[in-house]
């Protein structure tokens, strides 16, 4: 079992989000994975996570898509967070 889970998370290339059924997941993949992939939470770190958020705004608007919420931020923030690159 663990072997598996070893080698999937060894290829890093279309591995499933963590908690991928979680509303938090879902609503991070649907509004961050239409332009691009959803890019794994654990490829950033914290504070390079809110810098991400914040910089995806007017690429959001440019497009033509709705803004997030205050409340759909702090839930995908606290979701990539939780789940982030631990820095060093
Ligand atoms: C309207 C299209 C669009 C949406 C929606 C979008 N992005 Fe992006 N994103 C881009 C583009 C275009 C880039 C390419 C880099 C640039 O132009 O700065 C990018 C780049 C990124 C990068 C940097 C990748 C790198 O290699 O540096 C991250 C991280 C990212 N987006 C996260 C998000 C998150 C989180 C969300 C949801 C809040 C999101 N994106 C939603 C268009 C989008």
Redesign the pocket.
Known sequence: MWSLVAIVAACGCAKPLPEAASPAAQL?AS??????R??APE??TPS??RV??E???P??A??G?PP?SAAQ?QQ?LSY?QRHAQQPQ
């Open positions: 991070y509004r961050c994975g239409s332009c691009h959803p890019y490829s950033l390079m996570w991400q958020l910089a995806m705004e690429k959001m440019e497009a898509l997030l931020q995908i990539l």
